[in-house]
């Protein structure tokens, strides 16, 4: 496989009618879970399709049965008209199909050149590797995507997120992958680099690649997908072409009824200031953090992916400790030294990295849920189940989730029904401010409205919210006011009455108006 | 707004097939353990006499207490190997003491205490350096050994007092020894903290994602040093029953424990990998490697023969569940 | 029914204990009515012995002859065997009195650390530095001859002057490690005496290895069949042990008798052995079968086919 | 200068050297060349092994068997060359890479094809292969006298100065050089340890991979074996037991990460390197036997603090400000 190869651009550029790749009467099953039944789907050269589906749809599970990771138990797979068997991802590679997985799929600890061409790196005539015409293909895939800002002998660790994404993609470019797949490639990004990954697409199109887009937001589905298939319940219930469809008629056959998502209308009842934060400074992350939360009020926090919005969370809520400054919450100054702390005090932290920070896969949804209030659950440190599961139902069955049991391992729930788990076990603690770092990342519109409308609620009750999100509509839709970060450092407090998409993209990017 | 639908109800639980019952962890070493228990009444005359069967649990009693303890840390996914050498460590200072006349209650203190210091040290270095414990105490495993050995050089310490005895070589009722009777009391007490307390969710909450256990407000390195704290303390015991068992002390004691004490844990069905495992599992392990040596030893089977016998078992034990569940699932 | 008598080792595996063994077996078709179970643990630690004399006392053996890990640690196990009724004896590496009948030395302590310097000195006319080599530092024979050796050497050989004591811990690689680091650290050196068989062999490699021979001399205790090729090769002039067959012989003879009821141990009785002779015993209930025999260039080819 | 101070393993060679020179105020002998050699001569065995570790190791897995397997492949290959003299040491040596590739493969196949982790699978062989040893020996030794000359000379032949066992160390050390950095099975190795799903997903057979590196490590630990018994003339149960800590302690403070993905060649050979100069120095400078065994044990935790330092992440830094500080 070489890299030159596709420069050699649309070589042979077969009628947009003919599939280049069919999945046929696909089914999968795991242990008490039906992921996937009879389900088809096509994808053709020079388009793009959109996969749809609430969470746990089974979405990400076809695409791991595309890139030979998972065996499906029925089915039959082509490509060009030809059946295929796809075994091991490595023969998924052989038949040019390449994906952007759901989850970070790359390797901190190698170089970025490294990352592009594990396992098809190019030889040297002894069969050994051949460091100098990889550094060399490397910088030219970047180079090609217009991403020759990155340094192909940087770490991968020491590149920014959205940087990291490009190296997924340039890595997906130098298999001359004819099939490129993106399961959520957008979750996790912010407009501008969102901007960027669309031109990415549009060039691969270009270059004739089958494209398979998975997303959740419909206005990137509108933006760039040419086709769509819906999937419910591991079903196919629908495909067409996007342009014949309507969002509310998708909606219908994803959710199986109609979904309008709007914003919750709020009374905005604002009160007393509840959190007073000043003179936050970190050495390295961020530096004199200052703003002000009020009773009933959330509060946005907007910026570019890297902006320091976490870093300050983390710190406000104990995980950091070496912020300097000040915290009050009530009228009294606190000092968490831990996240255990910071919940004692009213404060809690729900993060952004579902599977690193959020869940813990081992252990039962219950015990999931019930883990930050098990001091409130226990008696004397002696566990009560009754009291955990009722703690589970209540918050659970309140965010629709869609599991079998309570006692199920959340490790084999999808994506966004893992999320859900994040959001219920910090409300569950029953706190005086939480603190929601990107609360609907990767979750369904139907859920994302339970999120929203549940958030509405809390306020409503008394709450204080800060919602930290990189989905510009979300902020525009649900903040009372906007603190935008830039760079470690708050750039601007806006009030939402006054506020435009454009203002908060422009001040968060440092683009004068 | 949305028309929201009637939530849909998620049961607890949902009824298991019997067959899982059957196959779990626990059973499979229970059937294990009746028929070594069987292959052995029928192999050796000796083997069913009460006197018999109390000495057999000398060979597992002290190990046991170490990994009940163990167990813990290897759920939270760490790991003790310095156990063996805080045992000798232990021991010398209860030696030394000794030889400055201290009675039988200071004794059993010093050797507590010396074992939850030790204890304590290894977790300060993993959780305040954060280190990785395997290597830490590997580095600690000799140096403990190594103080005993400066302390004791080619010496022993002996003449206990008469009274130290009992700890291990006295008997509580008929054939139930002390040892076995402190082994069923530490059963139960770590089975009630593993499996019924708020502090043992959050050991396994840390074993399976520690980062996530620190964000829901778990205090990981607080429960990590608590652990080995833990685990130091039951090696001091152990180390207080095996020195009053040996009436004297050398730095040499209670070599090769520390592997022993993990093939217990593992055995006993504690993922090596941290976040699984059950105390019932690693009591009926510590049955079935007493078992496994004194019934092989009864048939003058030589030692290492014998450690064949419990490798394989280690293995066959794992891999058989691993097996039954590719055999079922045709895959 | 047969009197059962276990042999019980430090650890198996060791030609010097497969030696004894072989005594054994020859003591009890001497003696008719006796079966020998020869046994010994993994690993040789006293815990590892503990458990094989548990399952012993368990099998309801009618005698117990070990040779211990431990002087003091078995000595519970084998009180405890002996509340059972059984005969309980010590031999070659002893245990404390208190845990046994009678302990059989294989030669008068003094006498071997009189002999292993004595070895090192007959070559060493004009005197000079020579180092011990030990086994592990816990091992209570090794230590038991090299104090005795200390102590004689002031008055007996003036001109021979010990620098050092090391351990190598009957480890192979430890052992090499400790030898090299004698040379080095005394150029003079004349002799290295090694009182234990591993000890004795990485030495004698070490002084192959570095072109001592002639040199330095390697000497101790070695068993003639694992130490032939070091006397050949001229590394080492001499070494001495006693004769394991005999040893375990006497051991089993001893431990039938008394089992039996034949004879009895007490300070200053006199028990016969069979083909070896007759032991007296000492207060401490102790005895030693024979001075240690020495082996070199005129004998090793003989003995070394032997044990 | 900078990026080369970054190496983990210029500090490591920088340690060795106040090391060698600490030593050589107490014995000034040591630094002589000549000395060297004989020190690295000596260390040669662990370093094979150490190598023969890393590569299991960075896979994040862990090999407790190789002093077992050195232990049973050395006995094999000395019964052999007592019962048959005649057979050439080369072809010896084949046997100690085959019998040791066997043993490996065994634990590889667990690990591979039911999952079971190395650890539990390698604490398993380790007592296994140690009992099968008296198994197949029934407990006796081989001693020197048993060994043909060339069995016992062949390591100590000299070829240019320097003897043949150095010259395998050089060998193996090249090899894994090559290995690491030059094929893809090195690259996949890495990989593995880094993200092992993210392996996956690029295509590596993970399971394969691991079994094919203990394999490696099997074939490392059957070779050590014939060294090992040649070296020390003696061959029993007993050898070179409870030597997997000496290995995993050498690759430790050579910096690998036990967490899997972090690791070099020269680490592992200057770990080991460290390791044996200690064993090496100690007899020398006149400290007490007794204190030797805590003197490694501190060496090792030093060592673990000071490369956790050097592996502390440095955190992407967000402030302009602090970037160019
Ligand atoms: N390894 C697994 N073991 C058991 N069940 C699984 C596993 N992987 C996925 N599932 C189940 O399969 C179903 C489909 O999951 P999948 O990840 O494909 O959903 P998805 O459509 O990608 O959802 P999302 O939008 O949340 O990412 C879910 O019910 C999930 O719980
Ligand atoms: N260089 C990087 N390497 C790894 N992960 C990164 C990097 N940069 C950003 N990320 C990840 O991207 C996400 C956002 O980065 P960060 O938390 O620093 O900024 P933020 O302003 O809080 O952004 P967000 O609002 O998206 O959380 C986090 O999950 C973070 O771990
Ligand atoms: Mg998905
Ligand atoms: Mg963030």
């Not at chain 1, 603190?435 to 204080?464: C, R």
């Not at chain 3, 004009?126 to 050796?149: F, K, R």
């Not at chain 4, 005649?86 to 590739?101: D, E, H, K, N, Q």
């Not at chain 4, 059957?222 to 409870?242: D, P």
């Amino acid at each position: 496989m070489d890299t030159t190869a596709q420069h050699s651009t649309v070589r042979e550029r077969p009628q947009a009618s003919t599939p280049r790749l069919t999945l046929s009467g696909i089914s999968k099953s795991f242990p008490g879970v039906r992921a996937l039944h009879d389900v088809s789907l096509s994808l053709y050269p020079g388009q793009v399709t959109a996969l749809i589906g609430e969470n746990g749809a089974g979405k990400s599970t076809l695409v791991k049965i595309m890139t030979g990771i998972y065996q499906p138990d029925a089915g039959a797979i082509s490509i060009d008209g030809q059946a295929v068997t796809l075994p091991s991802a490595h023969a998924a590679f052989g038949h040019g199909i390449t994906a952007i997985h759901q989850e970070t799929v790359l390797f901190d600890d190698l170089s970025v050149a490294e990352n592009i061409f594990l396992g098809h790196a190019p030889r040297t005539r002894f069969k050994t590797i051949d460091w100098r015409t990889m550094r060399k293909n490397a910088k030219e895939v970047l180079d090609t995507m217009g991403a020759g800002h990155i340094d192909a002998d940087a770490r991968l660790k020491d590149l920014g997120i959205a940087n990291k994404h490009l190296v997924a993609v340039a890595r997906a470019m130098s298999i001359d992958a004819r099939i490129v797949i993106m399961d959520e490639p957008t979750a996790a990004l912010s407009m501008k680099e969102i901007e960027e990954l669309f031109l990415l697409i549009e060039f691969l199109k270009s270059e004739g690649k089958a494209i398979l887009f998975i997303s959740h937001k419909f206005d990137e589905i509108y933006r760039i997908a040419d086709r769509y298939t819906v999937f419910r319940d591991g079903e196919m219930v629908g495909e067409g072409m996007i342009k014949d469809a309507g969002q509310s008629q998708i909606v219908r056959m994803m959710v199986g009824r109609s979904v309008d998502h709007i914003f919750p209308q709020r009374q905005a009842a604002i009160g007393a200031t509840v959190l007073t934060v000043s003179g936050l400074s970190h050495p390295t992350e961020f530096d004199d953090i200052g703003f002000e939360l009020h009773r009933g009020e959330i509060l946005g926090f907007y910026g570019l992916v890297g902006a320091g919005r976490s870093e300050v969370m983390q710190a406000i809520s104990g995980i950091t400790r070496t912020a300097k400054g000040t915290i009050t919450l009530e009228g009294k100054p606190i000092a968490p030294k831990s996240a255990a702390d910071s919940i004692e005090a009213g404060i809690v932290y729900v993060p952004e990295e579902r599977g690193k920070q959020g869940v813990v896969i081992g252990l039962p949804i219950f015990q999931n849920v019930s883990l930050p209030s098990l001091t409130r659950t226990s008696k004397s440190g002696i566990l009560r189940l009754a009291e955990e599961f009722a703690l589970a139902r209540a918050f659970t069955e309140r965010l629709d989730l869609r599991a079998s049991s309570l006692s199920q391992d959340v490790g084999t729930l999808s994506g966004g029904n893992q999320q859900k788990i994040v959001i219920a076990k910090w409300l569950a603690t029953a706190p005086k401010v939480i603190i929601l770092d990107e609360p609907t990342k990767g979750i369904d519109i139907g859920s994302k409205a339970a999120v929203h409308g549940f958030m509405a609620e809390l306020v409503a009750q008394g709450l204080s919210v800060i919602m930290v999100s990189s989905e510009l509509p979300e902020i525009l839709g649900m903040s009372d006011r906007v603190v935008v970060m830039r760079e470690g450092r708050i750039a601007s407090v806006y009030d939402n009455k006054e506020l435009d998409a454009e203002t908060l993209v422009r001040t968060a990017a440092g683009i004068a108006a | 707004m949305t028309d929201t639908p009637a939530p849909r109800h998620i049961p607890d639980r949902l009824d298991k097939p019997l067959s899982s019952a059957i196959f779990s962890w626990e059973a499979l070493l229970v059937v294990v353990a009746i028929a070594i228990f069987a292959i052995n009444s029928f192999a050796s005359p000796y083997f069913l006499d009460p006197w018999s069967l109390s000495d057999l649990t000398f060979n597992f009693t002290e190990k046991a207490l170490i990994a009940f303890a163990m167990a813990l840390l290897i759920i939270s996914g760490e790991i003790d190997l310095s156990v063996a050498a805080i045992i000798a460590l232990a021991s010398t200072m209860m030696g030394m003491a000794v030889q400055a006349g201290a009675g039988t209650p200071v004794l059993v203190a010093i050797g507590i205490l010396v074992g939850l210091g030790c204890g304590a040290f290894n977790g300060l270095l993993v959780t305040r350096l954060g280190l990785p414990s395997i290597v830490v105490t590997i580095g600690t495993m000799s140096l403990f050994r190594g103080i005993a050995f400066i302390i004791l050089g080619d010496q022993a310490y002996k003449g206990y007092p008469a009274s130290f005895a009992f700890f291990g070589q006295g008997y509580v009722w008929w054939v139930v020894s002390f040892e076995l009777v402190l082994f069923a009391v530490a059963a139960i007490i770590y089975w009630f903290v593993l499996h019924r307390t708020s502090f043992g969710r959050r050991v396994f909450a840390i074993g399976n994602n520690s980062i996530a256990a620190q964000f829901s407000g778990v205090r990981v390195d607080r429960i990590k040093f608590i652990l080995f704290c833990l685990t130091g303390l039951m090696s001091g015991i152990a180390s207080v029953l095996i020195t009053s068992r040996l009436g004297s002390t050398r730095p040499s004691i209670a070599q090769g424990y520390e592997l022993e004490a993990i093939t217990m844990v593992v055995l006993g069905g504690v993922s090596i990998l941290g976040g699984a495992g059950s105390i019932l599992g690693v009591v009926l392990a510590a049955f079935i490697m007493g078992l496994v040596t004194f019934g092989l030893g009864l048939l003058n089977v030589p030692g290492i023969v014998m450690s064949i016998f419990i490798g394989l078992l280690l293995i066959i034990v794992i891999a058989l569940p691993i097996l039954w569940r590719r055999l079922r699932g045709g895959r | 029914e047969n009197v059962k008598i276990a042999l019980v080792v430090k650890s198996l595996g060791n030609g010097f204990f497969d030696a004894a063994n072989k005594g054994a077996e020859e003591a009890a078709k001497e003696l008719g009515d006796v079966d020998i179970i020869y046994t010994g643990p993994t690993k040789a630690t006293a815990e590892a012995q503990i458990e094989v004399v548990n399952s012993l006392i368990a099998q309801k053996v009618n005698a117990i002859a070990i040779s211990a890990n431990d002087a003091d640690a078995l000595v519970p196990a084998l009180k405890k065997a002996m509340e059972r009724g059984i005969t309980v004896i010590s031999w070659d590496s002893g245990v404390a009195p208190e845990g046994r009948q009678l302990h059989l030395n294989p030669s008068d302590t003094g006498l071997i650390g009189e002999t292993i310097i004595k070895l090192a000195a007959d070559y060493l006319p004009e005197g000079g530095d020579v180092a011990i080599l030990s086994a592990s530092s816990t091992a209570t024979n090794q230590n038991a001859w090299i104090d005795a050796a200390k102590k004689i050497l002031p008055e007996k050989f003036p001109k021979i002057n010990l620098v050092a004591t090391v351990y190598g811990d009957d480890d192979s690689a430890k052992s090499t490690d400790e030898a090299k680091g004698l040379l080095k650290s005394y150029p003079n050196l004349k002799a290295i005496i090694a009182p234990t068989t591993v000890g004795v062999v990485a030495a004698a490699q070490v002084v192959t290895d570095e072109n001592l021979i002639g040199k330095v001399n390697v000497t101790g205790l070695a068993l003639p069949s694992e130490f032939k090729k070091f006397i050949d090769n001229g590394s080492s002039q001499a070494v001495a042990l006693w004769n394991p067959i005999d040893l375990g012989y006497s051991a089993v003879y001893l431990a039938h008798d008394l089992a039996v009821k034949k004879e009895e141990a007490k300070p200053g009785a006199t028990l016969s052995i069979g083909r070896v002779g007759k032991v007296t015993l000492d207060d401490t209930n102790s005895a030693a079968m024979a001075p240690p025999f020495q082996f070199d260039k005129t004998n090793i080819e003989k003995f070394s086919k032997i044990y | 200068m900078k990026a080369f101070l970054k190496y983990r393993e210029i500090w490591l060679l920088a340690a060795i050297a106040v090391l060698i020179g600490l030593i050589s105020t107490r014995f000034p002998g040591f630094a002589d060349p000549a000395n060297l050699r004989q020190v690295f001569n000596d260390t040669s065995i662990l370093m094979i092994l150490a190598l023969g570790q890393m590569v299991v190791i960075l896979t994040r897995s862990i090999d407790l068997s190789m002093a077992s397997n050195l232990c049973f492949t050395g006995m094999v290959v000395a019964m052999l060359n007592a019962a048959l003299p005649a057979i050439p040491i080369p072809l010896l040596i084949v046997v100690a890479l085959l019998v040791g590739l066997v043993l490996g493969a065994i634990n590889g196949f667990l690990v591979w094809r039911l999952n079971i982790p190395s650890i539990v699978v390698t604490l398993g062989t380790l007592t296994i292969y140690r009992g099968a040893t008296f198994v197949i020996s029934g407990g006796a030794w081989v001693n020197a006298d048993q060994m043909s000359p060339d069995f016992i000379g062949f390591q100590r032949a000299a070829f240019l100065g320097i003897p043949v066992l150095s010259w395998i160390a050089l060998l193996v050390i090249a090899l894994f050089f090559l290995l690491m950095t030059r094929t893809a099975l090195g690259r996949s190795i890495y990989a593995i340890g880094v993200n092992p799903t993210a392996s996956v997903y690029a295509g590596i057979d993970v399971g394969r991979t691991k079994f094919v590196v203990f394999c490696i490590s099997g074939m490392i630990g059957g070779l050590a074996g014939y060294l090992w018994i040649s070296r020390y003339v003696i061959a029993s149960v007993e050898v070179a037991n409870g030597y997997e800590l000496n290995i995993i302690a050498a690759c430790v403070i050579g910096g690998i990460s036990i967490a899997g993905g972090i690791g070099s060649v020269g680490g592992a050979v200057l770990g080991a390197l460290f390791l044996g100069i200690i064993s090496n120095a100690l007899p020398v400078i006149n400290i007490s036997p007794f204190w030797q065994m805590a003197i490694s044990g501190s060496a090792i935790i030093l060592a673990v603090v000071l490369n956790a330092r050097g592996e502390r992440r440095q955190g992407r830094i967000i402030l302009k400000k602090a970037e160019t500080a």
